[in-house]
Nanobody, 123 residues
Framework: QVQLVESGGGLVQAGGSTRVSCSAS????????MGWFRQAPGKEREFVAG????????YYGDSVKGRFTISRDIFKNTVYLQMNSLKPEDTAVYYC????????????????WGQGTQVTVSS
């Protein structure tokens, strides 16, 4: 049984930093592309960052490029999202997702999802 569990986040001041983590179990982590998505109230879930299973190439949504960094630890089966220079518009529930095979930024092509973790950025 595949399980993704997010942790971290919380309340952060604008301009600050935080990190969210996603611990994966029940899958061969090194063969899955991993992604972070976020959903703000009243908005669609949007792609934030992704990392491929081959070589660990990384990809970012336009709104977070240069501020967020995705990384993974294949020995710990964990993927991280380091968020710097946070803005109030980054406030959302952040979801971890896993997809067997190649990377994609398309939400519907991910196979497994975590329950989400809230990140709130105060102005």
């Amino acid at each position: 049984q595949v399980q993704l569990v997010e942790s971290g986040g919380g309340l952060v001041q604008a301009g600050g930093s935080t990190r969210v983590s996603c611990s994966a179990s029940g899958l061969t982590f090194s063969t899955y592309a991993m992604g972070w998505f976020r959903q703000a109230p009243g908005k669609e879930r949007e792609f934030v960052a992704g990392i491929s299973w081959i070589g660990g190439s990384t990809y970012y949504g336009d709104s977070v490029k240069g501020r967020f960094t995705i990384s993974r630890d294949i020995f710990k089966n964990t993927v991280y999202l380091q968020m710097n220079s946070l803005k109030p518009e980054d406030t959302a529930v952040y979801y971890c997702a896993a997809r067997r095979g190649t990377y994609t930024n398309t939400r519907t092509e991910y196979d497994y999802w975590g329950q989400g973790t809230q990140v709130t950025v105060s102005s």
